[in-house]
Nanobody, 127 residues
Framework: VQLQAFGGGSVETGDSLRLSCLVS????????MAWFRQGPEKEREFVGA????????YKTTAMQGRFFTSRDNAKNTVYLQLTKLKPEDTAVYYC?????????????????????WGQGTLVTVSS
């Protein structure tokens, strides 16, 4: 199983980025996909998740309304659109996968739910 995240970079406040995560080695349509991030000296933080049928799960945080997940099951790829970026969004962004099943939204927030992780892609936002 391999999850390859890419699309990070150095941007300025207010800019947008689209991160991608290409998945191989598993049946993509059977997996819930999620994005987490980890800033300097911070714990890994849930960003958003998406089910195989496109159901989206977000947590009420400062990211709400600015970050959006999507997926293309034909391309085995999950995306994270980042908009209105702020310096505090600077972090390594990780994609993760877990077998799809009916869950409460809060269950997606925990990194321990996910059995497969990508290597991360760094997003740096300057003021």
């Amino acid at each position: 199983v391999q999850l390859q995240a890419f699309g990070g970079g150095s941007v300025e406040t207010g800019d947008s980025l689209r991160l991608s995560c290409l998945v191989s080695g598993l049946t993509f349509g059977n997996f819930d996909m999620a994005w987490f991030r980890q800033g300097p000296e911070k714990e890994r933080e849930f960003v958003g998740a998406i089910t195989p049928t496109g159901g989206r799960i977000y947590k009420t945080t400062a990211m709400q309304g600015r970050f959006f997940t999507s997926r293309d099951n034909a391309k085995n790829t999950v995306y994270l659109q980042l908009t209105k970026l702020k310096p505090e969004d600077t972090a390594v962004y990780y994609c993760a996968a877990t077998i799809a099943m009916h869950r409460g939204g809060y269950e997606y927030y925990s990194p321990t739910l996910y059995s497969n992780w990508g290597q991360g892609t760094l997003v740096t936002v300057s003021s």
